[in-house]
């Protein structure tokens, strides 16, 4: 078995490698394991080293060091694999994806607890061929969130200035854009304000559709929000971003299934885990227990 360590060095704006490299070392003094720490150098650079581990047919075990960007690049490698296991350890600026564990988030920075973890499988979503373990989603929300790492790269606005600045110019542009929707429980071919496809519980840095999304209970929780204008939108937001969608059923639909078409009349952003890509059609669909998932020692939330 080999443990490795894959570390974003500007994750969360701090380079924390001897962090990591000091915690690893103590908790693998006295085992037989082979081990390395990996620093990334560029955007995809883990998920091509960790396939590259993979090909050897030897058994590996991945640690995620940095936020939900460097998880979903070590989730992409690893998802398919039988000899590879991966889980996070969240030392990112949002980490939404360890929030969903509550207080036992804290057993992922826990390097001892780690080590001695089982490895359990977990879904995966497929979005035209790229994995996400914990959001998917297309709409006003997407649109935002690209538009924020748009400020931010540019040195000038950052923070939470940069998702007003970013929310403000999408609404300008128009809340809802057509979209034909297909799945098991809903039909639609209309003005569609979001769709978001939840195998996990937070996003965008807190917003939290819903407390019942479990990422191995083979199914996505999926909240359609239709057509609302401004007014209705900020009312429509206080809810969604709770967990209480289901107050306002006239306006979001939560449906749970395993499958999502949705077609647009021109490209849009899709939100996979705080990546970004376009497309004119996005097809999501489930994985089931696609990825082995470290569970850290002693922890509960799978059973």
């Given at each position: 078995m080999k443990h490795l360590f894959i570390v974003n060095p500007v994750a969360g704006g701090v380079d924390r490698t001897a962090e990591i490299t000091e915690k690893a070392e103590a908790a693998l003094k006295g085992r037989d394991d082979a081990y390395e720490i990996?620093?990334?150098r560029a955007r995809k650079d883990a998920t091509d080293?960790?396939?590259?581990?993979?090909a050897t047919g030897e058994h590996l075990r991945v640690y995620s060091c940095g936020g939900?960007?460097?998880?979903?690049?070590?989730?992409?490698?690893?998802?398919?694999?039988?000899?590879?296991a991966v889980c996070p350890i969240p030392i990112g600026t949002g980490n939404d994806f360890c929030r969903m564990f509550g207080e036992e988030k804290a057993l992922f920075m826990d390097f001892d607890a780690l080590l001695n973890g089982r490895e359990h499988p977990i879904d995966v979503i497929d979005c035209n061929g790229r994995k996400s373990v914990n959001i998917c989603s297309v709409g006003i929300d997407a649109r935002v969130g690209t538009g924020v790492h748009a400020y931010t790269k540019?040195?000038?606005i950052g923070g939470s200035f940069a998702y007003i600045i970013s929310t403000v110019v999408e609404i300008l542009k128009g809340i809802c854009c057509r979209m034909k929707i297909e799945c098991s429980e809903y039909t639609g071919d209309a003005p569609h304000a979001l769709v978001c496809a939840c195998n996990g519980r937070f996003y965008g840095g807190g917003f939290n559709p819903t407390?019942?999304?479990?990422?191995?209970?083979?199914?996505?929780?999926?909240f359609i929000v239709r057509k609302v204008n401004l007014l209705q939108t900020a009312f429509m937001i206080g809810k969604y971003a709770t967990a209480r969608g289901d107050e306002v059923k006239d306006v979001i639909s939560h449906v749970r299934t395993d499958f999502i078409s949705i077609e647009f009349d021109e490209e849009n952003v899709v939100n996979l885990d705080g990546e970004a890509f376009f497309t004119k059609k996005a097809v999501m669909k489930l994985e089931k227990?696609?990825?082995?998932?470290?569970?850290?020692?002693g922890m509960k939330f799978f059973g």
């Open positions: 990996y620093i990334t080293k960790i396939i590259a581990e993979a939900d960007g460097t998880f979903n690049e070590c989730v992409n490698a690893a998802a398919g694999h039988d000899n590879v540019s040195g000038l407390k019942t999304a479990v990422p191995d209970d083979g199914l996505l929780d999926i227990g696609a990825l082995k998932f470290i569970v850290p020692n």
